[in-house]
Antibody, heavy 125, light 108 residues
Framework: QVQLQESGPGLVKPLETLSLTCTVA??????????WTWIRQPPGKGLEWIGD????NYNPSLKSRVLISVDTSKNKFSLKLSSVTAADTAVYYC????????????????????WGQGTLVTVSS | EIVLTQSPGTLSLSPGERATLSCRAS???????LAWYQQKPGRAPRLLIY???SRATGIPDRFSGSGSGTDFTLTISRLEPEDFAVYFC?????????FGQGTKLEIK
């Protein structure tokens, strides 16, 4: 059973870079059957997809500031979000998905399962 | 970008009742690429339904999804106390993937 755990600083200063890591247990980040995703939720608000590790697939609203990378040697994947402002304060979740057929590479679907527990990142000086 | 609008914003029902939650898309969701999640306070969302109507592993059969095109529905046939939570729909037919704003299901 795949389990995910986010880690990283809970407080980031404005205009600095937010860096988070997601550790994957019970599965492999190099699996051909899925990509790995970051999603965020500002306090009391809805969910926003940030991007995933497949083909640098990022939300256009954040694309100029986002980098998602995978470290297969440590079975982790990471998020870097540059030039943060107070609007980037949110709970950040990592999740598995989208999903692909492991033989053909055919896209099966972009749902997310499972999710990490989430980590609150506050942008403040 | 596909905008998903969920209704109602809040739904007040009693245990044992039937809940019907709506998710409307600003344009057709291709290939029925729609999912539903449940989120409880302080917890991560949990996948309930994918592909409009397929239940995720371990999800009770009182949860069902339906719909096509731009109109989708999550139905909970008989509410259990643990079902009171916030529910989100999500489309993955086109990038960027987007979520609805959520429906809060509260105990009446």
């Amino acid at each position: 059973q795949v389990q995910l755990q986010e880690s990283g600083p809970g407080l980031v200063k404005p205009l600095e870079t937010l860096s988070l890591t997601c550790t994957v247990a019970g599965g492999s980040v190099s699996s051909a059957s899925s990509s790995w995703t970051w999603i965020r939720q500002p306090p009391g608000k809805g969910l926003e997809w940030i991007g995933d590790s497949g083909s640098t697939n990022y939300n256009p609203s954040l694309k100029s500031r986002v980098l998602i990378s995978v470290d297969t040697s440590k079975n982790k994947f990471s998020l870097k979000l540059s030039s943060v402002t107070a609007a980037d304060t949110a709970v950040y979740y990592c999740a598995r998905g989208p999903f692909y057929d492991s033989w053909s590479g055919y896209y099966i679907g972009g749902w997310f399962d499972p999710w990490g527990q989430g980590t609150l990142v506050t942008v403040s000086s | 970008e596909i905008v998903l609008t969920q209704s109602p914003g809040t739904l007040s029902l009693s245990p044992g009742e039937r809940a019907t939650l709506s998710c409307r898309a600003s344009q057709s969701v291709s290939s029925s690429y729609l999912a539903w999640y449940q989120q409880k306070p302080g917890r991560a969302p949990r996948l309930l339904i994918y592909g409009v109507s397929s239940r995720a592993t371990g999800i009770p059969d009182r949860f069902s999804g339906s719909g096509s095109g731009t109109d989708f529905t999550l139905t909970i046939s008989r509410l259990e106390p643990e079902d009171f939570a916030v529910y989100f729909c999500q489309q993955y037919g086109s990038s960027p993937y987007t979520f609805g704003q959520g429906t809060k299901l509260e105990i009446k």
